[in-house]
């Protein structure tokens, strides 16, 4: 009688885990810029589709990690790249919820201030345009004169 041994490792699980932790460890490597942009657009009264959008691309890395480490223990898997997605996928989720947190507060107490602050820098860049626009137009007088009649 033949005996087949069921305790050799597969491949079971393996691209989930693979595709969980590179996806986990993207959103965590990258939240530092995401959430300081999110932050920022959120004293001009934005940032909050950013925060959660990032929020959710950290959970799909988790939810995925876990798939895959599921996955690998069913089918006597490898299960290390699927455990180190779903660590790094929880961290990230948990920056990532703070950082949503953190653009409500900062709507919630920066309230209009962002708002007028664009708005009064909006009308200083356009004087500033404006200066610069009749600056160049009396250089350009000074070098050739409307009137000139010479050929």
């Known amino acids: ?14 691209g989930l885990g693979v595709a969980g932790f590179v996806i986990s460890l993207v959103a965590l490597v990258l ?13 001009a009264g934005g940032g909050m589709g ?19 480490f599921m996955k690998a223990k069913a089918g006597n898997g490898k299960k290390g790249l699927a ?18 947190f953190a653009v409500k507060t900062v709507h919630e107490t920066a309230g209009d201030i962002g708002k007028e602050f664009l708005e009064k820098m909006g009308e200083g860049m356009k004087e ?15 070098v050739a004169p409307a009137d000139s009649t010479a050929h």
């Open 50 to 68: 950013l925060a959660i959008f990032w929020a959710v691309v950290s959970l799909v890395g988790t939810i995925l990690s876990v798939m895959g």
């Open 1 to 14: 009688m033949e005996q087949t041994n069921n305790t050799a490792p597969t491949n079971a699980g393996k």
């Open 31 to 43: 939240w530092i810029f995401v959430s300081g942009a999110a932050v920022l657009s959120a004293v």
């Open 83 to 100: 455990i180190a997605g779903l660590v790094i996928g929880i961290v990230a989720t948990l920056l990532s919820v703070r950082t949503v």
């Open 128 to 142: 500033g345009m404006e200066q610069a626009m009749d600056s160049l137009q009396n250089q350009m007088n000074e």
